[in-house]
């Protein structure tokens, strides 16, 4: 049983106590609290309101059914129905034809109809009846949305790069295509490390959905033998042909990272392509404050740009990759492409589309994961008594556990007001409020590895909320929280934040048209009923974050909008902006965390809700 129908499972079998937080269920599963949160949203999504969500947690509020057991059984069933209605979209689709297809009653099945009628009203979807016929009614756009969407629920919680390359695989095991393609490196004694690796992987994973075959080229390429056992091994397994054009984009690949000449590298990309992408990066390097001249880095880049130039120019094949969700879950990585795409559009007049960009945020991501910097790690001191091989031994086992998030420090610091966490085998007298202290045994246990991890979580949580305390109140300034009288539209809405935000010295007097040109690249509403409008680039006066509160919900695009974040962003800033924006979009793509700061009276009772919500 998949882990989001054990935490259902769990909420009905619990469903008379009161609700259960998210750090409980988390414990329960063995997995994260982003996790429950989005199993939460999957369940929702297949049937509105069968959790009730709350700041307090989760609890089951559906009526029990006879028959209604939700598990997988019942989940393929209902995802079979919308496939059949789907495929039979003129025709339309028999109830006897599906009590029979799936072997259960008429009255099941009309049961499942009203469950998937709700489910897909959110979707500006419905299924009517005519006779004994069944059909699905709506636009191709809407049906397209239903489709990813219902692709996206038969799959678990997406954590992990790794998790969201098996879902593009599908049926092909993403363990076993790495473990043939790490098998063929070998053979070919093609050595590589796991960021190589990975990214080989991610770029070899939409090689497979591209959809046509280009003529043959002229090329030459020492990695390409070892592509083409790569490829014949798709095919005779699945059935899948690699295109030329991606043949020549994995192995020059392989060729960067065995370092050959760059000359082979300057054939392939057309010059105007290398310097559009050149020009990007030395403008998104000063804007976002990144590090872009890895070498491997940039070949990788080049010759995914020119490969989707090419793609534009003469296939126009669109990725079959959920912007949406890549959007949501890594906001910064795609705003950082979406100001990358929009320069090489500009440069190349070319449109590149939202599926494009979100692969490019992944490609962003798979490097910027590589770099770490050891000013976020916790100053730390460990106190073992007995002789000094004794420390060492404990020192490089704790060093391979923690090494990433821990900076060991000298015993004889002789001030340990720089001290973050304090290991110690000596017994703790008493706690001290400028940092943690744990006491650990000699000989390490499962134990002392478990109360470390808390004592980190209890660090970073310390500094976060210092943090949060002393930069937000900087940045939304007294007259920031503004209730919006009467009705007003997007645009109007844009028009006071670019008048508001120059008035007050934060941006220049054309912020409002950024607005625009950001909104005209994406949209920044999200379905919990809240928008977010900023402009692409972080080039603001000063940091700022202005509250619209309107006293009617606005109709922006396809969503309604009853609060409004919008925010400008000075270059010096952008650091610590880039520390709340992520789960700043975590928390407010929760529609009861919306409603919750919208509740908001005025400026110091959002902050301090703002605060709590962020510090959890």
């Known amino acids: 049983m998949k882990k989001r129908e054990v935490l259902l499972e769990y909420l009905k079998k619990n469903r008379k106590q009161n609700f259960i937080s998210s750090k409980e269920l988390s414990k329960i599963l063995g997995v994260t609290d982003r996790s429950i949160r989005y199993y939460v949203k999957q369940l929702n999504e297949e049937e509105p309101k069968l959790i009730e969500a709350s700041r307090e947690g989760y609890r089951y509020s559906g009526q029990q059914e006879v ?79 239903l489709i990813m969407s219902l692709i996206r629920q038969q799959g678990n919680s997406i954590q992990s ?105 300057d054939a392939y990309v057309a010059q105007e392509v290398s310097e559009s992408l050149q020009h990007a990066l030395k403008e998104i390097s000063e804007v976002f404050l990144i590090d872009f001249t890895d070498k491997k880095f940039l070949t990788r880049l080049l010759i995914h740009t020119q490969n989707l130039y090419n793609r534009i120019k003469d296939r126009k094949v669109k990725r079959n990759l959920s912007a949406i969700e890549i959007k949501v879950r890594y906001p910064i990585l795609f705003d950082i492409a979406v100001y990358l795409s929009s320069l090489i559009a500009r440069d190349l007049e070319i449109e590149i589309a939202e599926d494009e960009i979100a692969f490019l945020a ?36 704790l060093e391979k556990r923690f090494g990433d998030e821990l900076l060991f420090v000298k015993n004889g610091f002789n001030d340990e007001k720089n001290v973050e966490l304090i290991l110690s085998s000596d017994k703790i007298i008493e706690s001290n409020p400028q940092y943690e202290t744990v006491q650990i045994h000699e000989f390490l246990m499962e134990k002392d590895f478990i109360l470390i991890r808390e004592a980190i979580d209890r660090v970073k949580n310390k500094r976060y909320q210092y943090f949060l305390r002393s930069f937000l109140p900087e940045i939304i300034q007294e007259n920031a929280f503004i209730h919006l009288k009467g009705e007003i539209s997007k645009t109007v809405a844009f028009e006071k934040i670019g008048q508001w935000f120059f008035k007050n010295g934060f941006a220049e007097k054309e912020f409002a048209e950024k607005l625009f040109e950001r909104e005209g690249l994406s949209s920044t509403s999200f379905s919990s009923g809240i928008a977010l409008p900023h402009s692409i680039r972080y080039e603001g006066r000063k940091t700022g974050i202005l509250i619209f509160k309107p006293e009617k919900p606005l109709h922006w695009d396809n969503q309604i909008v009853q609060l409004i974040l919008s925010f400008t962003i000075s270059p010096d800033d952008s650091k610590d902006f880039n520390k709340i924006f992520p789960h700043l979009i975590e928390i407010l793509t929760e529609e009861y965390h919306v409603e919750y700061l919208r509740r908001s009276e005025n400026r110091k009772e959002f902050l301090e809700r703002m605060i709590e919500l962020l510090s959890v």
Not at 172 to 187: A, G, H
Request: hydrophobic residues 35%; aromatic residues 10%; charged residues 25%.
């Open 67 to 145: 028959g209604d057991n939700t598990n997988d059984a019942i989940n393929s069933r209902r995802f079979s129905i919308l496939q059949l209605l789907l495929k039979n979209n003129e025709k339309g689709v028999s109830l006897f034809d599906l009590a029979e297809k799936l072997w259960v009653s008429e009255a099941t099945i009309r049961q499942d109809i009203g469950i998937l009628q709700k489910m897909i009203s959110s979707k500006g979807l419905r299924i009517s009846q005519h006779d004994f016929y069944y059909y699905l009614k709506g636009s191709y756009d809407e049906k397209r949305q």
């Open 161 to 265: 790069l790794e998790e969201e390359m098996q879902r593009f695989l599908g049926e092909i095991s993403l363990s076993e295509m790495t473990e043939v393609c790490r098998s063929i490196f070998k053979s070919h004694r093609f050595h590589v490390n796991n960021y190589f690796f990975q990214n080989f992987i991610l770029h070899l994973i939409f090689a497979i959905h591209q959809q046509s075959v280009l003529k043959q080229q002229n090329f030459a390429s020492p990695s390409f033998e070892m592509i083409e056992e790569i490829s014949q091994w798709l095919f005779k397994h699945y059935n899948i042909v690699i295109t030329t054009e991606d043949k020549i984009e994995l192995a020059l690949l392989c060729d960067g990272e065995k370092g050959h000449p760059e000359s082979q590298i």
């Open 362 to 397: 992944l490609h962003l991501g798979s490097f910027l994961d590589e770099q770490e910097e050891n000013e976020y790690k916790i100053r730390t001191q460990l106190k073992i008594s007995g002789y000094l091989d004794r420390e060492n031994r404990v020192l490089g086992c």
